[in-house]
């Protein structure tokens, strides 16, 4: 799923965070971890009865969760220009250890973290530096699993790429998907 799908699924509106919008969301996060706060339900932080004031008094609870998204996309925008790819890429999943309630939490029963949420991520062979990534949100705004997921996950990601080595394992690997390697 793209970005644009799941701002439409979840109809997150178009809006950019400000730089001082930024600097409230980053210091939120940092006054979480002074808080010990690890793995607490956001709902909880702004709760009124018993949460602690200082979280809705900085910024509404509305406002904090689709921060994270700029903050990613922004991050994701800028991994190319720091460095460029070797001969050989690699395609492959990844699981970032979760146990919050996010709505697009994964469960791979032979990772070593059961749950998480799932990231497609092409990285260097060599180096091991992520060039490109994408959140997997689940199934797409039609209901409708994505037909040939893998290999639209490996022309997403090599976009831009030219002349590199994809590898990936046998999830993303199909006939149809060598033939649009070698036309890019």
């Known amino acids: 799923m793209t970005n644009s799908e799941g701002k439409q699924l979840?109809?997150?509106?178009?809006?950019?965070?400000?730089?001082?919008?930024?600097?409230?969301?980053?210091?939120?996060?940092?006054?979480?971890?002074?808080?010990?706060?690890?793995?607490?339900?956001?709902?909880?932080?702004?709760?009124?009865?018993?949460?602690?004031?200082?979280?809705?008094?900085?910024?509404?609870?509305?406002?904090?969760?689709?921060?994270?998204?700029?903050?990613?996309?922004?991050?994701?925008?800028?991994?190319?220009?720091?460095?460029?790819?070797?001969?050989?890429?690699?395609?492959?999943?990844?699981?970032?250890?979760?146990?919050?309630?996010?709505?697009?939490?994964?469960?791979?029963?032979?990772?070593?973290?059961?749950?998480g949420i799932k990231v497609w991520t092409l990285c260097d062979a060599k180096t091991s530096y992520a060039w490109n990534m994408q959140i997997y949100t689940g199934k797409r705004a039609s209901g409708i699993h994505g037909k040939n997921q893998g290999m639209r996950v490996v022309l997403d990601l090599t976009a831009g790429l030219k002349g590199n080595n994809s590898i990936c394992d046998h999830f993303f690997t199909s006939h149809e998907l060598a033939m649009q390697l070698l036309k890019a």
Request: proline share 8%; with cysteine; aromatic share 12%.
């Open 10 to 115: 979840y109809q997150d509106a178009e809006k950019e965070i400000e730089e001082t919008e930024f600097h409230a969301y980053i210091g939120l996060l940092i006054l979480t971890g002074v808080y010990k706060s690890h793995g607490e339900a956001t709902k909880s932080l702004w709760n009124t009865e018993n949460g602690r004031p200082v979280f809705p008094s900085v910024m509404p609870v509305n406002n904090f969760k689709p921060a994270i998204q700029d903050v990613w996309d922004d991050w994701v925008a800028r991994l190319p220009m720091m460095c460029n790819s070797g001969a050989y890429v690699t395609v492959d999943e990844r699981l970032i250890p979760s146990k919050s309630r996010c709505p697009f939490r994964q469960y791979i029963p032979k990772k070593p973290a059961k749950y």
